[in-house]
């Protein structure tokens, strides 16, 4: 019998482990999952059959994407207020590590590999919010919150310039709940 049959839990820790600390220094496009496979000790075959894509392990092993089940999991009401405060002590917390930096830096070398990402963090958070969201535009104001998410993480995070910048991480909550309250409670 094979060991990641005996430890298959096991395993998927040493997986997720590995590809953090590989996505954390190579970047998306450069971490590969041979290296992730060899820093687990496992098969390379083994890390695609747990997860099934380098998009999806990225999604399992990074920051923020991992916990969005349990943001969005909870009153419909204060929606907007979890997301904006999850969003904010998570990126005050190690924004380097965070998926929407990584993605935002890897569009200058990998545009198609950016764009994959972006896809498979996308159609991750349709299906956190679906069960939340109301009317036939679902898929549209989640592709909207993502892209004020996008846009925050690179004018706070990335650039560091303007008023997104400056501001406390209390006031930027406030102001991102109004503007996510807008976004997702506003249907067709």
């Known amino acids: 019998m094979s060991s990641h ?4 839990e096991g395993h998927r820790r040493a997986i997720l482990e ?7 220094e190579r970047g998306f ?17 083994l890390v695609l059959r747990q997860f099934g894509s380098k998009e999806r392990l990225f999604l399992a092993a990074v920051p923020g ?3 969005l089940d349990q943001v969005v999991g909870g009153d ?5 207020e979890r997301v904006a405060r999850a969003y904010v002590e998570r990126m005050e917390a190690g924004a380097a590590a965070d998926p929407l930096v990584v993605l935002l830096r890897s569009v200058g070398s990998d545009q198609q590999a950016a764009a994959t990402l972006l ?7 349709i299906e956190a919010y679906r069960p ?16 004020q998410m996008i846009g925050v993480t690179f004018n706070r995070y990335i650039a560091r310039t303007g008023p997104l910048a400056t501001m406390t991480a209390d006031e930027l909550t ?5 503007v996510l309250r807008d976004i997702l409670f506003s249907s067709r």
């Open 174 to 178: 406030t102001h991102l709940t109004r």
């Open 76 to 80: 419909r009401a204060t929606l907007p």
């Open 5 to 8: 049959r005996r430890d298959p």
């Open 119 to 125: 896809a498979a963090m996308a159609a991750n958070s």
């Open 132 to 147: 939340l969201l109301t009317g036939d535009d679902v898929e549209a104001r989640v592709a909207l919150l993502g892209a």
């Open 18 to 24: 590995a590809a953090r600390a590989s996505f954390g």
């Open 29 to 45: 496009t450069g971490a590969t999952v041979r290296d992730i496979a060899a820093r687990a000790g496992v098969t390379h075959g």
């Open 65 to 67: 994407h991992r916990e």
